[in-house]
């Protein structure tokens, strides 16, 4: 279900979807019916799963620390993460989330240079998990 999810563009409705399907697969581990009317604290304590937007976001967070440390300016990864349109403007109706606009939010627009310290990564770790909590 979290393949890949490491290059992901999160928004609050692609967690929404991604948390109501993680419910569905643990109500169904626990044999359970959505007439039972058990709450999700209650399901989640049981399985003892940890929310997917969490791992998510961790993951991600992760791949931040890998591609900002990567030396090589020849892989894909990190020209694409720095590539700048031609015209440098984007269309002007509502923009479309892009991978980085979630780290840029937390670590600010140099989380470049801020990444390739491992301390400093996991200093802004917590903040970047927590942001995706208030999403709920």
Known sequence: MTYGCQTWSMTKAVGQKLR????????????LKLADKISCKEIRNKTQ???IVQYIAKQKWKWAGH???LQ???RWTLRVTEWQPRNGKRSRVRQARRWRDDIVRTMGK????EAKDREELRRGAEGFI??????A
Do not use: P
């Open 20 to 31: 109501v399907a993680q419910r569905a697969m643990e109500r169904k581990m626990l044999g």
């Open 49 to 51: 799963v940890s929310d």
């Open 67 to 69: 591609v900002a440390r």
């Open 72 to 74: 090589d300016n020849y």
């Open 110 to 113: 140099t989380w470049t240079r």
């Open 130 to 135: 927590l942001q995706w909590m208030d999403r």
